[in-house]
C-alpha cells in the first residue's frame, strides 16, 4: 500500500484544490484529511459519513469549590498561569499537564478527559475518506492527525484499496510532522512568491529530516516565471523531481464555488489537461513506481 | 493597542495585511510574527536583524546519583515524557511540556532543568517599522512558547500588529490571546467561508472584538458577505483580484507603498479599529 501526501508549507497554494483532483484521477484511492484543524476537503468531496467517534484528548483541570480552601498551591506550581488568584481555572490557558491536581493538599481538583475533537469514516463519490474535526481552540492536533492516518491505513486495507491520497496540513510544525512520517512520497504545492520559496524549502527540509521522498509541482506558475525558474532549479540542485507547472486559472475558483472537483467541472478545459500530466508524472515517480512488480 | 491578523485559512493575505499595515501608519509601530512554522513578514519588511536569540524550553535532566528510581517522577508526567527503567530514568524531551511537576515532586531533589532549543528569536527594524519574529527549529513540534517568546516582546504602549499563525488550535490562540482586536482575513470562497467560521468561533471563546477584511474581494460568490452580515462582523476593507497586487506580492514588495491610495485605505481601516475599541493607538 502507498501514501502520497499532498503538503504545501505555505497555506492557499491550492493543496486541496489539487488534492481533490487527483482522487477524480486515481482509480479507486482512499482519501484522507490531515488538516484537522481547519479542514477543507470535505467541501469539495462531500463525503456521506457512516461512522463518527468521539476523540478523547488529555485532561483538563476542574476545581471543587467546595473543598478548595484557596491555600494557592496550584496557582504557585501552574507555569501556564491558567489558575487565577481567584482559583478558578482557565480552560484554554489549561496545559492539561495535571500537577496541580497531584499536589492539592485538599484533593479538591478533579481531572476529566476532554473530548476535542471527532474523527470520520465516509462515502464519496471517489472512494471511502478518513477525515477529523479538531475542536475549536483544542489541542493535540498531531495526536489526532496519526490517528486518522492509521485508521485511514486499516480501512485502506480492508477495502483492497493500495493508494491512500491524504492532504495534509500547512506549517512544518506539530500537524505536519505526524503527517509525514511513514508516507511513501510527499508532494509539495508551492506557488512562485517570496512566501512559497520560502516555506517550500522548509517543507523539504522537514521531509528530508523524516527521510521521506519529496517531489514539487508549482501552481499559478505564470504569476512570477522567475521565481518559477528559481523554484526548478532548487528542486533540481536537491535532486528532487518537479512534477508539475499549474498555469493560474480562475476555473479553480468556479469549480471550488460549485462543490466539484476541476476535472468535474471542466474535464476538457487546459487546466483538466494539465492535471492529467502531473499525475501521470506523480505516479511515475521512483518513490511511486519502486515495489510495483512484487505487489501485482 | 494590539491587533492580531490572523485567518482560518493559510494563504487569504494574512500577511500581506499585516505588513502592508505596519507600513502605512504614521508613527512608531511593531510587527510581530508569531507564525513561527511558517514566518514570512521579514520577506516583505526585509528589516535589518540586530538581534538572534535561541529560545529554548525547561525539560529534566536527572542526576542519577541522587535517584533512587521512587518512579514517582513517571507517575506525575501526563506526557509520557519519563520513565524509570532499571536503576536508569529516561526522559523523552520532544514529549515535554515543561510543566515542572517531575522537578517539583522528586523527593531526592535529583531533578534539575535543562533548555531545549526549539527555535530562534529575531529582532530588528525597517522604515520605523519595529520587527520581531520566531523561527521555529524545522523538525519541532512544540511552537506555543516561542510564540509567547514573540509576544513577550509587545511594547508596553503604541500600536502592536501579530501575524498569527493559520488554524484554530494551540498555536493560533497562543499568538491572538490577550490582544484588543482581531483582524480576520478570509476571501469569499467556500473555503474561506468554512475556515473564517471556525476562526470566528476561536475568536468568540476568546472574547476579543473582531472585524473582516475580505481579499480578492471580486472572486467566488457572495456567502462570505451573507455570513457577515448575519453574525453582525463589520467588513472593514475590501481589496479585490488584481494581477498587479499578486505579482508584487510574488515579488516581495508591499503595494500600500507603490500605490498610495492604498496606504490611505490601510490607514482608515487603523482608524476605525480604534474607534471600534475605544483605544488610540498609543493605549493598551
Ligand atoms: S516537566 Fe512535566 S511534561 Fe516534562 S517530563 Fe517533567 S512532568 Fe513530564
Ligand atoms: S522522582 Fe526523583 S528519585 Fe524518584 S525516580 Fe524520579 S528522579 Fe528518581
Known amino acids: 500500500m502507498k501514501e502520497l501526501v499532498i503538503l504545501s508549507g505555505k497555506g492557499g497554494t491550492g493543496k486541496t484544490s489539487l488534492t481533490a483532483a487527483f482522487a477524480t484521477l486515481a482509480s479507486g484511492c482512499l482519501l484522507c484529511d490531515a488538516d484537522v484543524d481547519a479542514a477543507d476537503l470535505h467541501l469539495l468531496m462531500q463525503p456521506v459519513i457512516r461512522k463518527r467517534t468521539e476523540f478523547q484528548g488529555g485532561g483538563v483541570a476542574v476545581i471543587d469549590p467546595q473543598r478548595c480552601t484557596s491555600c494557592g498551591t496550584c496557582v504557585d506550581l501552574c507555569r501556564w498561569s491558567a489558575i487565577g488568584p481567584d482559583v478558578v481555572v482557565d480552560e484554554i490557558a489549561c496545559e492539561g499537564c495535571g500537577v496541580c491536581v497531584d499536589f492539592c493538599p485538599e484533593q479538591a481538583i478533579d481531572f476529566p478527559i476532554k473530548t476535542c475533537g471527532q474523527w470520520f469514516i465516509s462515502d464519496t463519490r471517489c472512494g471511502p475518506m478518513v477525515h477529523a474535526r479538531l475542536g475549536i481552540a483544542e489541542e493535540n492536533s498531531g495526536k489526532l492527525v496519526t490517528l486518522v492516518r492509521q485508521q485511514a491505513r486499516q480501512l485502506a486495507e480492508e477495502r483492497g484499496l493500495d493508494l491512500i491520497l491524504t492532504d495534509g496540513p500547512p506549517g512544518v510544525g506539530c500537524p505536519v510532522i505526524a503527517s509525514v512520517g511513514g508516507a511513501t512520497s510527499v508532494v509539495i504545492v508551492t506557488e512562485p512568491t517570496v512566501s512559497g520559496i520560502h516555506d517550500m524549502a522548509r517543507a523539504i527540509e522537514l521531509c528530508r529530516h523524516f527521510k521521506v521522498p519529496v517531489m514539487v509541482c508549482i501552481n499559478k506558475f505564470d504569476l512570477n516565471p522567475d521565481n518559477s525558474t528559481t523554484i526548478e532549479r532548487m528542486a533540481r540542485e536537491g535532486g528532487l523531481p518537479v512534477v508539475g507547472r499549474v498555469p493560474f486559472d480562475q476555473a479553480f475558483t468556479r469549480a471550488m464555488v460549485q462543490g466539484k472537483t476541476l476535472l468535474e467541472f471542466d474535464g476538457n478545459g487546459s487546466a483538466a489537461s494539465v492535471l492529467r500530466q502531473v499525475w501521470a508524472a506523480i505516479m511515475n515517480t521512483p518513490a511511486m513506481t519502486a515495489g510495483q512488480q512484487t505487489a501485482a | ?284
Not at chain 2, 11 to 17: F, H, I, L, Q, Y
Not at chain 2, 172 to 181: E, G, L, N, Q, R
Not at chain 2, 261 to 276: D, G, P, Q, V
Open chain 2, 1 to 284: 493597542m494590539i491587533i492580531s491578523i490572523a485567518s482560518g485559512k493559510g494563504g487569504t493575505g494574512k500577511t500581506t495585511v499585516a505588513t502592508n499595515l505596519a507600513v502605512s501608519v504614521d508613527g512608531p509601530v511593531q510587527l510581530l510574527d508569531c507564525d513561527v512554522e511558517e514566518p514570512n513578514a521579514h520577506l516583505f519588511i526585509r528589516p535589518s536583524i540586530r538581534e538572534t536569540k535561541t529560545v529554548t524550553t525547561p525539560v529534566p535532566e536527572i542526576d542519577l546519583e541522587k535517584c533512587n528510581q521512587c518512579k514517582k517522577c513517571a507517575e506525575i508526567c501526563r506526557f509520557r515524557a519519563i520513565a524509570v527503567l532499571g536503576d536508569t530514568v529516561l526522559t523523552f524531551p520532544e514529549l515535554c511540556h515543561s510543566c515542572g511537576g517531575c522537578m517539583a515532586v522528586c523527593p531526592e531533589g535529583a531533578i534539575t532543568e535543562k533548555g531545549r532549543e526549539l527555535g530562534v528569536l529575531e529582532a530588528g527594524a525597517m522604515n520605523g517599522v519595529s520587527f520581531v519574529h520566531g523561527r521555529l527549529r524545522v523538525g519541532e513540534a512544540m511552537s506555543p512558547p516561542l510564540i509567547r517568546a514573540v509576544r513577550d516582546r509587545t511594547w508596553a504602549d503604541g500600536l502592536t500588529l501579530i501575524d498569527a499563525p493559520p488554524g484554530t488550535s494551540c498555536p493560533v490562540i497562543a499568538a491572538m490571546k490577550d490582544t484588543d482586536f482581531v483582524l480576520l482575513v478570509t476571501e469569499p470562497t467556500p473555503f474561506g467561508l468554512h475556515d473564517l467560521q471556525l476562526a470566528v468561533e476561536a475568536v468568540k471563546i476568546l472574547d476579543i472584538p473582531m472585524g473582516l477584511m475580505i481579499n480578492r474581494a471580486d472572486v467566488g460568490d457572495d456567502h462570505v458577505r451573507d455570513y457577515a452580515r448575519a453574525e453582525g462582523l463589520p467588513i472593514l476593507m475590501e481589496i479585490p483580484f488584481d494581477r498587479q497586487i499578486a505579482e508584487s506580492y510574488s515579488r516581495g514588495d508591499m503595494f500600500a507603498l507603490a500605490f498610495p491610495e492604498w496606504k490611505a485605505r490601510f490607514r482608515e481601516m487603523i482608524e476605525k479599529i480604534e474607534t471600534m475599541t475605544g483605544k488610540g493607538a498609543g493605549a493598551q
